[in-house]
Antibody
Framework: QVHLQESGPGLVKPSETLSLTCTVS????????WTWIRQPPGKGLEWIGY???????TYNPSVKSRVTMSVDTSKNQFSLKLNSVTAADTAVYFC??????????????????WGQGTKVTVSS | DIQMTQSPSTLSASVGDRVTITCRAS??????LAWYQQKPGKAPKLLIY???SLESGVPSRFSGSGSGTEFTLTISSLQPDDFATYYC?????????FGQGTKLEIK
């Protein structure tokens, strides 16, 4: 059974860079789209973006100018970097598994596996 | 972006009740809609995908229907474990947007 675990600093200073890593265990990082979702305190869910194991990415326009995602297949990990953070970036950040690609086709899938989430506070 | 609108925002119900939550998309998303359940302090859990397909392990009292722009999540007989917040999400067009959530409370 695939398990996801987020890791990274829980406190980031304004204007600095938020960096999180998601470790995939119990399965390969290959063949799937891996997504970051965030949830500000007391609010709803926001899709940040995805990365595929080829390095292909798509980001939410709301953060596109500040976000970078990467994947390390040798470590079965993918990462999120969000620069120039403000208090509005304070949230619980989740990593998730999404769509699937075989050798010949890709298949749209909902997010069926989620990490437990990691709380990130932006404050000086 | 495709806007997803859920109604109601809050729903009060009793154990055993049948409840329905509605999700509307600002443009057609065919059947590319998912429903998630979230409990406080926990990650969301996938309940329904492709509008009406039940995720493995999810009780059969949960069902989904709809296509195009209007969708519903129905819980046929509420159980104590079902009191939570529910979100719909479209996953055909980037960014994959969520509804604002429906909080299901005990009456």
């Amino acid at each position: 059974q695939v398990h996801l675990q987020e890791s990274g600093p829980g406190l980031v200073k304004p204007s600095e860079t938020l960096s999180l890593t998601c470790t995939v265990s119990g399965g390969s990082i290959s063949d799937y789209y891996w997504t970051w979702i965030r949830q500000p305190p007391g609010k709803g869910l926001e899709w940040i973006g995805y990365i595929y194991n080829s390095g292909s990415t798509t980001y939410n326009p709301s953060v596109k100018s500040r976000v970078t995602m990467s994947v390390d297949t040798s470590k079965n990990q993918f990462s999120l970097k969000l620069n120039s953070v403000t208090a509005a970036d304070t949230a619980v950040y989740f990593c998730t598994r999404g769509s699937y690609c075989s050798r010949t086709s890709c298949y749209l899938r909902a997010m069926d596996v989620w990490g437990q989430g990691t709380k990130v506070t932006v404050s000086s | 972006d495709i806007q997803m609108t859920q109604s109601p925002s809050t729903l009060s119900a009793s154990v055993g009740d049948r409840v329905t939550i509605t999700c509307r998309a600002s443009q057609s998303i065919s059947s590319w809609l998912a429903w998630y359940q979230q409990k406080p302090g926990k990650a969301p859990k996938l309940l329904i995908y492709k509008a009406s397909s039940l995720e493995s392990g999810v009780p059969s009292r949960f069902s989904g229907s709809g296509s195009g722009t209007e969708f519903t999540l129905t819980i046929s007989s509420l159980q104590p474990d079902d009191f939570a917040t529910y979100y719909c999400q479209q996953y055909i067009s980037y960014p994959h947007t969520f509804g604002q959530g429906t909080k299901l409370e005990i009456k």
